[in-house]
T-cell receptor, first 112, second 113 residues
Framework: GNSVTQMEGPVTLSEEAFLTINCTYT??????LFWYVQYPGEGLQLLLK?????DKGSNKGFEATYRKETTSFHLEKGSVQVSDSAVYFC???????????FGSGTKLNVKP | DSGVTQTPKHLITATGQRVTLRCSPR?????VYWYQQSLDQGLQFLIQ???????AKGNILERFSAQQFPDLHSELNLSSLELGDSALYFC????????????FGEGSWLTVV
């Protein structure tokens, strides 16, 4: 079935550092891919998504490109802020009502 | 505001008891998902309903059950509660079509004492 592999955390960075969180997937076909973020004490919220191969999703300075040749959807941000400290989840494809599992997420700590 | 409403926000109960968590999906969403998040287990998918019918089952214990009603709201019933059931329970909804975004509620904090 469809699944994702996400890099484990925690990731600790200084403010203004460059961020990459790796995510690779296996799927039937080329479904939409998602990144969700969970800030402390809150529920998950959609950060960005890409609906087809070679699409780039972007939001709040974060970007991820749907690369079918490497089956990857890595999350990047050029300059992180303390307020970006959160847990980031790469979501497996929602495809024909398959079970929608999330990985353990990657915790990001940004220090001032 | 995601449009997904969960009640109660916080709940404290004793071991052996039974509780019901309620979820109202976003307007127009037919699919409801339940997740359990605890410190040591991460985010665990429990169960999914679509338009009143169970569609997918994850790591849901036999002591837990859920249903989705004709008005599309859903309830998660947790019985014979144990200390280990203490967790944050999320409800999420989507239109149910492939590739559609899932929207999460703010969660219900359950503490079993």
């Amino acid at each position: 079935g469809n699944s994702v592999t996400q890099m484990e955390g925690p990731v600790t960075l200084s403010e203004e550092a460059f961020l990459t969180i790796n995510c690779t997937y296996t799927a039937t076909g080329y479904p939409s891919l998602f990144w969700y973020v969970q800030y402390p004490g809150e529920g998950l919220q959609l950060l960005l998504k890409a609906t087809k191969a070679d699409d780039k999703g972007s939001n709040k300075g974060f970007e991820a490109t749907y690369r079918k040749e490497t089956t990857s959807f890595h999350l990047e941000k050029g300059s992180v802020q303390v307020s970006d400290s959160a847990v980031y989840f790469c979501a497996p494809p929602l495809y024909n009502f398959n079970k929608f599992y999330f990985g353990s997420g990657t915790k990001l700590n940004v220090k001032p | 505001d995601s449009g997904v409403t969960q009640t109660p926000k916080h709940l404290i109960t004793a071991t052996g008891q039974r509780v019901t968590l309620r979820c109202s999906p976003r307007s127009g969403d037919l699919s409801v998902y339940w997740y359990q998040q605890s410190l040591d287990q991460g985010l665990q998918f429990l169960i999914q309903y679509y338009n009143g019918e169970e569609r997918a089952k994850g790591n849901i214990l036999e002591r837990f059950s859920a249903q989705q009603f004709p008005d599309l709201h859903s309830e998660l019933n947790l019985s014979s509660l144990e200390l280990g059931d203490s967790a944050l329970y999320f409800c999420a909804s989507s239109s149910g079509t492939a590739g559609n975004t899932i929207y999460f509620g703010e969660g219900s904090w359950l503490t079993v004492v």
